[in-house]
């Protein structure tokens, strides 16, 4: 498989069969799950993950609980803000660091603390706006942005700096296009983004690129507005990366605090109002979908929090695919050159593998991994991506999605698996039959996305 999410050096895999061998793995997996008694697990029941550095140990965790409201309200960490409490404003945003499971690489996300459920950090590392820094030695970011006026109100600089951040620990020295794409997920509704804009793109390694100010606007002003063309970026910008020295970044340290945790294995927290699963494989998952077939099954949370915060929707049980291997297959079947996307390949991830894929120049299928791009690119934001995954979207069945329309047109499959059964391959045309009504019985789950 391709190194994972984050991974600025995706290895693109075309391996022989790999459809063949998936539906093999899952058919496995599906036999050893009907002979595996749910009970007889022996799950952790105590969170353990890492936070701006020190290790957090959570034993009576409440699995309805979200991150944010743990950071704020049981270590008193407020500079994470609560804004819109549905992930669209990136008031809440921190970064959480993995060890990605196929490259064993440490991977950055910036995330929506408002939406991540407490349970999804466990066996992570947290790194908050208090955690990168001071008044009195703050890191580079919130110092630029302090500097060149990035803050008015200071509501949303907290996300604002932990976007910027994140993507600096995934990319040293990003273009003008990264930064850019950075804050997608962030909204500031004082500073009309300029400021913020120059202060980031200080940091970007094609910098000089900026356009500098058209004849009669040198100085930020002109007399006659007539002589200031049709200038596209104020004349602040150039006057900005000329003033600002480049400085060394530190290094992230999340990588030497994950090895401080020690959490591996199938997880469950039980809390008063709702059971937490996060089981490691296939076969643990598939017994678990057929012992609770009214468990919710969840990834990112981005619509299950939706429902739960604002619908008051009840799900006593939530059912975690996040860890379980066999779903982040990411690859090429040679045989017939299909995009093999597992149950839990993150939007993200997805989207740079895309991006790597089309800058091969041996790429035979440009033409359908271009729609796939330029849809993901208009889907949600930054922080919705790196959590969200396309088989949770599909099974959402919402009429407004993104991406079903483009995969019924590039003729998808998808392969379901259950407890004891076959696996099974259904087209994305025939598996919508109405409103929230899919061809899916309880006991399955999706697999892998075929295109």
């Not at 994140?166 to 950075?182: H, K, N």
Request: hydrophobic residues 40%; proline residues 6%.
């Amino acid at each position: 498989m391709p190194e994972g999410l984050g991974s600025e050096h995706i290895a693109l895999t075309m391996t022989d069969s790999l459809c063949s061998e998936f539906i093999g793995h899952a058919s496995a997996a599906a036999k050893r799950a009907a002979a595996l008694q749910v009970d007889s697990i022996a799950w952790r029941t105590k969170l353990e993950f890492v936070v701006n550095g020190r290790p957090t140990f959570v034993e009576d965790a409440q699995p309805h609980h979200t991150l944010l409201w743990f950071l704020r309200e049981r270590l008193g960490l407020t500079g994470t803000k609560l804004g819109c409490g549905e992930g669209g404003c990136g008031a809440c945003t921190v970064t959480v660091s993995q060890v990605e499971q196929s490259s064993k690489a440490v991977v950055h996300r910036a995330v929506n603390a408002c939406l991540a459920p407490l349970c999804s950090v466990d066996g992570c590392a947290v790194t908050t706006v208090e955690g990168i820094g001071t008044t009195q030695a703050p890191h580079p970011v919130q110092q630029r942005i302090a500097e060149l006026h990035g803050s008015q109100c200071g509501f949303c600089t907290p996300g604002i700096v932990m976007s910027l951040y994140t993507t600096l620990c995934r990319t040293p020295q990003p273009t003008l296009a990264d930064i850019e794409s950075t804050f997608d997920g962030n909204l500031c509704r004082c500073t009309g983004y300029r400021p913020i804009l120059d202060a980031a793109k200080t940091f970007a390694r094609d910098k000089p690129k900026c356009p500098s100010a058209p004849e009669g606007f040198e100085h930020g002003k002109s007399e006659d507005p007539l002589k200031e063309g049709d200038a596209r970026v104020c004349g602040s910008t150039s006057a900005t990366l000329a003033a600002t020295l480049s400085s060394e970044l530190p290094k992230p340290c999340a990588a030497e605090a994950l090895q401080a945790v020690t959490a591996t294995g199938p997880l469950k927290v039980t809390g008063g109002k709702v059971t937490w699963y996060r089981p490691p494989d296939l076969a643990t998952l598939l017994a678990l979908r057929l012992a609770e077939p009214k468990g919710k099954l969840v990834a990112g949370n981005t619509e299950v929090g939706i429902e739960t915060k604002f619908k008051h929707c009840e799900y006593p049980v939530m059912i975690s695919t996040a860890a379980v291997r066999e779903l982040h297959v990411l690859g090429f079947d040679a045989t017939d050159g299909s995009l093999m996307i597992g149950g839990a390949v993150s939007l993200s991830r997805l989207e740079h593998f895309l991006e790597a894929a089309l800058a091969e120049p041996s790429c035979r299928s440009g033409g359908r991994l271009k729609a796939m791009l330029d849809m993901l690119r208009w889907f949600a934001s930054a922080q919705i991506r790196n959590v969200a995954v396309l088989a949770g979207n599909i099974a959402t069945a919402s009429p407004i999605s993104d991406m079903n329309p483009v995969l019924m047109a590039l003729g998808a499959s998808l392969v379901l698996s259950s407890s004891g059964a076959e696996p099974r391959e259904v087209l994305m045309r025939d598996f919508f039959k109405s409103y929230r009504v899919v061809d899916m019985q309880p006991s399955e789950i999706i697999c892998c996305i075929k295109v």
